[in-house]
T-cell receptor, first 117, second 116 residues
Framework: AQTVTQSQPEMSVQEAETVTLSCTYDTSESDYYLFWYKQPPSRQMILVIR??????QNATENRFSVNFQKAAKSFSLKISDSQLGDAAMYFCAYRSAGIDAGNMLTFGGGTRLMVKP | KAGVTQTPRYLIKTRGQQVTLSCSPISGHRSVSWYQQTPGQGLQFLFEYFSETQRNKGNFPGRFSGRQFSNSRSEMNVSTLELGDSALYLC???????????????FGQGTRLTVV
């Protein structure tokens, strides 16, 4: 079974600064997807960024980028130019690419990000 | 395009009762997954339905069940409620028209269940 670990329960960052959230995972599969989801106080999970394991290039979405280290099974999220609206819980998630796995996501425990004005 | 809709948003039930939660996926999506979110256990996968068939099931007791209708709407049922079932229940829909995994899951705002 796959596991996802987020070792930082809480992080804080000054507005306009950069912060990196850590995620490690354990799997014996070679083909999979990794995601970062944001959960604001409204509770709705919002996809921030995704990475396909077969792609060596790190994914980027505007101010959000990842550092994907497949051999080390590490998948960190970097938020640049942090904004007050970035304050939320962030979850790292894993999904197998196999058909049998369907759309089942395995989540890490989450990191609460606080943004200081 | 309407998002994933979960009803009700809040629910209070008594121990021993049963409850049914509803999820309407994004139009055209055929996969619906359910997750339980608690402070202690985090986000845990309950089950997934695709085209009215349960495709995957998490490690939950048989008191947790679900189904999916021909219009892709899904319901989950919890029987004989326990205090530990208090949680936020999230539903996610995914858009592929075939069984291959989708690249993105869209979540609803959840149903907050409190068991007293």
């Amino acid at each position: 079974a796959q596991t996802v670990t987020q070792s930082q329960p809480e992080m804080s960052v000054q507005e306009a600064e950069t912060v990196t959230l850590s995620c490690t995972y354990d799997t014996s599969e070679s083909d999979y997807y990794l995601f970062w989801y944001k959960q604001p106080p409204s509770r709705q999970m919002i996809l921030v960024i995704r990475q396909e394991a077969y792609k060596q290039q790190n994914a980027t979405e505007n101010r959000f980028s990842v550092n994907f280290q497949k051999a080390a099974k590490s998948f960190s999220l970097k938020i640049s130019d942090s904004q007050l609206g970035d304050a939320a819980m962030y979850f790292c998630a894993y999904r197998s690419a196999g058909i049998d796995a369907g759309n089942m996501l395995t989540f890490g425990g989450g990191t609460r990000l606080m943004v200081k004005p | 395009k309407a998002g994933v809709t979960q009803t009700p948003r809040y629910l209070i039930k008594t121990r021993g009762q049963q409850v049914t939660l509803s999820c309407s996926p994004i139009s055209g999506h055929r996969s619906v997954s359910w997750y339980q979110q608690t402070p202690g256990q985090g986000l845990q996968f309950l089950f997934e339905y695709f085209s009215e068939t349960q495709r995957n099931k998490g490690n939950f007791p048989g008191r947790f069940s679900g189904r999916q209708f021909s219009n892709s709407r899904s319901e989950m049922n919890v029987s004989t409620l326990e205090l530990g079932d208090s949680a936020l229940y999230l539903c996610a829909s995914s858009g592929r028209q075939d069984p291959r995994p989708s690249t993105e899951a869209f979540f609803g705002q959840g149903t907050r269940l409190t068991v007293v």
